[in-house]
């Protein structure tokens, strides 16, 4: 991951450029016999990969394109995927699988797949390897340049993947198509820094980034002038907004700037809280990180050696791993290859950990063999290695790989995909220091409160919880009446 943690904003000068590329590829769209194809952009989970999706939209609009829901229909398809639920996984392969039938019959077609999935390198891996009719992969991180990646895949007739772990970028002036005229997503800053066990947010869409207030505010006072009337702020961490800016803002000042009456009528986040309680949400956002500082951070007593951030890498199961790949199966086809030439395999993997075992140098001699020998097709994207974390290999390499010290080199370790050896890598302590600190304190704080649970007070026990969620549901179904008035004024929802 980037060490450094400064909030990247894409020049205007960079958008411009994406822009000119929109419209490179509209002169093309209008020079075909057929005309301009049709998009069909279909998303998968949460609502940032909504608003990301209608950003996509935006530009395949100015790219000439107009919009179906049917793939088979389209000449350009997108799959914005979502990375947090299994389930959600295996839909999009399965949707990606049907879509071979909609490239036989039109071999022009450009299949996309972005979002969260497209970011983690074993998912990349298996669309490179098992599903060759995807066009084009790019990452979150890589959104604000879809026109130049589509404008090269067209172009070139090559299969491009950019999934690079690039720094978090801001993106501002983007075109958007919002699919109702009535309730709009804001996003008002991206990632996360919380690095919970279960979560794969921070390593898909990167560190904490906050877009500048002013730019929030621009765009929401452009959505009330044009009649939206519900607002929705978007973020995976929205009580963190503002850290990193330059000028002082936090998340209560944000909201009491977006949810005034001169701007729209409703303006919403995930979660119901009162005007009062605004400050307290804001400060609890830093509790983590001010108590990670307090206990770990430096000068501390208790900052993390590179030993401890070793242990807290190994606990959390992240690793750097090479290989020598020779495969026994047909990359393109996934169909295993003879016999014969699965035993040559094998025979050249044991003459090359015999080199290997023999030699005074086999680190830098596996890395001659590696570039000579290896047939892993993420080579020339991953020439340094793969750093990953536990289920994002397949097994047999992940087990063979965590059974390594730094700078060991593996036995023959077969897989489906054919036979490996793998050179175990040392990772830099520095690149992830600030996040041992993080895991730190989040440890420290369920340590405290397991030790000193809070006490209910004699007001808590006076609350109603079936009143508080029949209040609650009264002012939900009352925001929810006045909407559908208002759509019912403007002859229902628009579509870009």
Same mark, same amino acid.
């Given at each position: 991951?980037?060490?450094?943690?400064?909030?990247?904003?894409?020049?205007?000068?960079?958008?411009?450029?994406?822009?000119?590329?929109?419209?490179?590829?509209?002169?093309?769209?209008?020079?075909?016999?057929?005309?301009?194809?049709?998009?069909?952009?279909?998303?998968?989970?949460?609502?940032?990969?909504?608003?990301?999706?209608?950003?996509?939209?935006?530009?395949?609009?100015?790219?000439?394109?107009?919009?179906?829901?049917?793939?088979?229909?389209?000449?350009?398809?997108?799959?914005?995927?979502?990375?947090?639920?299994?389930?959600?996984?295996?839909?999009?392969?399965?949707?990606?699988?049907?879509?071979?039938?909609?490239?036989?019959?039109?071999?022009?077609?450009?299949?996309?797949?972005?979002?969260?999935?497209?970011?983690?390198?074993?998912?990349?891996?298996?669309?490179?390897?098992?599903?060759?009719?995807?066009?084009?992969?790019?990452?979150?991180?890589?959104?604000?340049?879809?026109?130049?990646?589509?404008?090269?895949?067209?172009?070139?007739?090559?299969?491009?993947?950019?999934?690079?772990?690039?720094?978090?970028?801001?993106?501002?002036?983007?075109?958007?198509?919002?699919?109702?005229?009535?309730?709009?997503?804001?996003?008002?800053?991206?990632?996360?820094?919380?690095?919970?066990?279960?979560?794969?947010?921070?390593?898909?869409?990167?560190?904490?980034?906050?877009? /500048? =207030?002013?730019?929030?505010?621009?765009?929401?006072?452009?959505?009330?002038?044009?009649? &939206?009337? *519900?607002? !929705?702020? +978007?973020?995976?961490?929205?009580?963190?907004?503002?850290?990193?800016?330059?000028?002082?803002?936090?998340?209560?000042?944000?909201?009491?700037?977006?949810?005034?009456?001169?701007?729209?009528?409703?303006?919403?986040?995930?979660?119901?809280?009162?005007?009062?309680?605004?400050?307290?949400?804001?400060?609890?956002?830093?509790?983590?990180?001010?108590?990670?500082?307090?206990?770990?951070?430096?000068?501390?007593?208790?900052?993390?050696?590179?030993?401890?951030?070793?242990?807290?890498?190994?606990?959390?199961?992240?690793?750097?791993?090479?290989?020598?790949?020779?495969?026994?199966?047909?990359?393109?086809?996934?169909?295993?290859?003879?016999?014969?030439?699965?035993?040559?395999?094998?025979?050249?993997?044991?003459?090359?950990?015999?080199?290997? /075992? =023999?030699?005074?140098?086999?680190?830098?001699?596996?890395?001659?063999?590696?570039?000579? &020998?290896? *047939?892993? !097709?993420? +080579?020339?994207?991953?020439?340094?290695?793969?750093?990953?974390?536990?289920?994002?290999?397949?097994?047999?390499?992940?087990?063979?790989?965590?059974?390594?010290?730094?700078?060991?080199?593996?036995?023959?370790?077969?897989?489906?995909?054919?036979?490996?050896?793998?050179?175990?890598?040392?990772?830099?302590?520095?690149?992830?220091?600030?996040?041992?600190?993080?895991?730190?304190?989040?440890?420290?704080?369920?340590?405290?409160?397991?030790?000193?649970?809070?006490?209910?007070?004699?007001?808590?026990?006076?609350?109603?919880?079936?009143?508080?969620?029949?209040?609650?549901?009264?002012?939900?179904?009352?925001?929810?009446?006045?909407?559908?008035?208002?759509?019912?004024?403007?002859?229902?929802?628009?579509?870009?």
């Amino acid at each position: 991951m980037n060490e450094d943690r400064t909030t990247q904003r894409i020049s205007e000068e960079d958008i411009q450029r994406q822009l000119r590329f929109c419209g490179e590829i509209r002169t093309l769209c209008q020079s075909r016999p057929e005309g301009p194809p049709l998009a069909c952009v279909q998303t998968y989970g949460c609502q940032q990969n909504v608003a990301d999706s209608q950003r996509i939209m935006g530009m395949l609009r100015d790219m000439g394109c107009a919009f179906t829901q049917d793939p088979y229909e389209a000449g350009v398809v997108v799959l914005n995927t979502c990375a947090i639920r299994e389930n959600a996984e295996k839909k999009v392969f399965g949707v990606v699988g049907q879509l071979v039938h909609a490239k036989e019959k039109n071999p022009d077609l450009l299949l996309c797949v972005c979002g969260c999935m497209a970011q983690q390198a074993a998912v990349t891996d298996k669309i490179k390897h098992s599903y060759r009719h995807v066009d084009l992969v790019f990452g979150p991180q890589a959104l604000w340049k879809f026109p130049e990646l589509l404008y090269e895949t067209w172009r070139s007739k090559k299969r491009i993947f950019s999934i690079a772990d690039e720094r978090g970028a801001i993106a501002e002036g983007l075109p958007v198509v919002r699919e109702s005229g009535i309730k709009a997503w804001v996003s008002i800053m991206y990632g996360c820094n919380n690095f919970c066990s279960y979560c794969i947010v921070p390593y898909v869409r990167g560190r904490e980034r906050s877009r /500048r =207030a002013e730019d929030i505010l621009s765009e929401v006072r452009s959505l009330a002038e044009a009649g &939206y009337k *519900e607002i !929705t702020l +978007l973020g995976q961490n929205v009580n963190s907004y503002g850290k990193d800016l330059d000028e002082p803002m936090d998340f209560a000042g944000l909201l009491e700037q977006t949810g005034s009456e001169e701007l729209v009528d409703h303006a919403l986040w995930n979660g119901l809280f009162t005007r009062d309680l605004f400050p307290y949400i804001t400060e609890s956002g830093y509790l983590v990180e001010q108590l990670s500082q307090r206990y770990f951070g430096e000068g501390s007593g208790s900052y993390p050696t590179d030993a401890e951030v070793a242990a807290y890498l190994e606990e959390a199961g992240r690793y750097r791993a090479k290989h020598i790949l020779l495969a026994t199966i047909d990359l393109n086809t996934r169909q295993p290859l003879d016999e014969e030439t699965i035993a040559q395999k094998k025979a050249t993997a044991d003459e090359l950990l015999a080199q290997l /075992r =023999a030699a005074e140098d086999p680190v830098n001699l596996f890395d001659q063999l590696m570039h000579e &020998y290896s *047939e892993d !097709t993420g +080579l020339a994207a991953n020439p340094e290695g793969y750093t990953t974390s536990k289920g994002q290999m397949v097994a047999p390499f992940e087990e063979a790989a965590l059974a390594l010290k730094d700078g060991e080199i593996s036995d023959i370790v077969e897989s489906d995909f054919g036979y490996h050896i793998i050179l175990r890598l040392p990772m830099n302590p520095d690149t992830f220091r600030a996040d041992c600190i993080l895991y730190l304190g989040a440890q420290k704080i369920e340590d405290m409160l397991e030790s000193s649970p809070p006490e209910k007070t004699p007001e808590f026990d006076k609350l109603d919880p079936a009143a508080i969620n029949e209040n609650l549901a009264a002012l939900q179904s009352a925001i929810q009446q006045e909407l559908q008035a208002a759509m019912g004024q403007t002859g229902g929802s628009q579509a870009g």
